[in-house]
């Protein structure tokens, strides 16, 4: 059974920095794509970060370039997304999700499998 756990959402300062983790079980990241995604109030669900973590391209949406990263603990089977210089705008409902194959695709309705938000506030 594939499943999506995320975690390390909360409220920081504009300007701080926060991780958020998404862990799997029932498959590995090797063979899948990943993708962030948030939500913020009132608007589309966006992908800010897709990625074949096992090595390959990523795509960064504008808002989010050179700010976020994202990186893999294959021993853990978690992939992680570190936020740094957040803003006020950044706040939102933030989603991993994961498809399978190897092209990195940012429309959200190709992914197969969604771990259920985690709430980032980033206060000015």
């Known amino acids: 059974d594939v499943q999506l756990q995320a975690s390390g959402g909360g409220l920081v300062q504009a300007g701080g920095s926060l991780r958020l983790s998404c862990a799997a079980s029932?498959?590995?990241?090797?063979?899948?794509?990943v993708g962030w995604f948030r939500q913020a109030p009132g608007k589309e669900r966006e992908a800010i970060i897709c990625?074949?973590?096992?090595?390959?391209?990523?795509y960064y949406a504008d808002s989010v370039e050179g700010r976020f990263t994202i990186s893999r603990d294959t021993a853990k089977n978690t992939v992680y997304l570190q936020m740094n210089s957040l803003k006020p705008e950044d706040t939102a409902v933030y989603y991993c999700?994961?498809?399978?194959?190897?092209?990195?695709?940012?429309?959200?309705?190709?992914?197969?499998?969604w771990g259920q938000g985690t709430l980032v506030t980033v206060s000015s």
């Open positions: 999700a994961a498809r399978q194959g190897v092209v990195v695709i940012t429309s959200r309705s190709r992914y197969a499998y």
């Open positions: 990625s074949r973590t096992s090595g390959g391209s990523t």
């Open positions: 029932g498959f590995r990241f090797d063979d899948y794509t």
